[in-house]
């Protein structure tokens, strides 16, 4: 057989921009293939590892992507889609990528303001008696926008606000014995206050929890 031109052997041109140091091996976790699976890269005689398979987004490399990022943070906590879009661009993502992220997570529903904003209303009334004043004021600092606030408020009703707060009231009177009346009414009247009940809720709620525990203030 002649021997081959050596002009027409095409020269080698390696994938990834340089030789591996050795062709036993090849590491790919700077490669980022889109909807291909680690396995489905590897060619004959050449073993690849998946050095990024057991890594967090956080550290993965050239594996990291923004769905890695959005996804990894929803797992942690529910987000709202203004907190999802700042969270993002403070990843030095492009305003782009990130919009397109958003529109991706509101389209599948794992972004929701409004059931965010009606589990926040749950926890902040079942789990540390807040009053509509504090929630809202939670809801927003999260984020969430406004129709999404005024319907998951909705639930909170007038009435269970006011006997939500005589409990919290009544259970918070047996501390205050020590203290003349006066003195009682304006300690429980500010910590009911704190917890963000309106006026006219915390007047009779502070009324009914002193006039139940009988005389015994100073």
């Known amino acids: 057989m002649p021997a081959l031109e050596s002009a027409h052997i095409a020269p080698v041109t390696y994938l990834f921009g340089r030789a591996p140091a050795s062709i036993d091996t090849v590491k790919v976790q700077d ?4 909807g291909v699976a680690v396995q489905d890269l590897a060619v004959p005689g050449v073993a690849v590892h998946d050095t990024a398979a057991h890594s967090s ?3 993965s490399g050239g594996f990291k992507s923004i769905s890695n990022i959005s996804m990894y943070a929803l797992a942690r906590r529910g987000m709202s889609a203004e907190e999802m879009f700042a969270y993002l661009l403070s990843r030095d993502f492009e305003n782009g990528e990130v919009e397109l992220e958003c ?3 509101l ?3 794992l972004l929701d303001d409004l059931a965010l904003a009606q589990t926040l209303v749950r926890t902040l009334t079942d789990r540390k008696g807040l009053g509509r004043g504090s929630i809202v004021a939670e809801l927003r600092r999260r984020k969430i926008e406004s129709s999404a606030i005024e319907e998951a408020l909705e639930e909170l009703e007038a009435g269970d606000e006011l006997e939500r707060a005589i409990a919290i009231a009544q259970k918070r009177a047996p501390q205050l014995r020590s203290l003349d009346a006066v003195t009682a009414r304006r300690r429980l009247g500010a910590f009911l206050q704190r917890k ?3 006026g006219s809720v915390i007047s009779t ?3 009914r ?3 139940s525990t009988g005389p015994v203030f100073r």
């Open 103 to 105: 529109e991706r997570l």
């Open 31 to 34: 490669v980022a293939v889109q």
């Open 196 to 198: 963000g009940y309106s």
């Open 57 to 59: 987004p956080e550290r």
């Open 107 to 109: 389209r599948v529903g």
């Open 205 to 207: 709620a502070v009324a």
């Open 209 to 211: 929890a002193l006039e």
